[in-house]
């Protein structure tokens, strides 16, 4: 009776997965191999932080707005302006709206 333990075991060979091509005119072409590109991750310390953004305008300016007339800023949040108007009362305005009025 032969020996069990001493014939060797049949090797295993994963078949290989070749694409076809779609048309007829690249089946004369040889298939090339891709590599999948990858986008490189930015680290956190390579993004830069925002900017923030300073309005022109200070608490207590004067300025004028061609709807409301003259008011004085009396609060200041970003680009949006809290103006107090003599004849309107308090409104808020993106300063791009507004001029600095003249003092007389």
Known sequence: MPDVASTPAPKVVAPKVVAKPNNAEASNQPLKRTT????PKLHPAAVAAPIPYVSPFAIGDHISHPQFGEGTVTEIEGAKLTINFASR???QIID????RSKLE
């Open 36 to 39: 999948a590109r990858v986008k």
């Open 89 to 91: 009362g308090t409104k």
């Open 96 to 99: 791009d709206y507004v001029k």
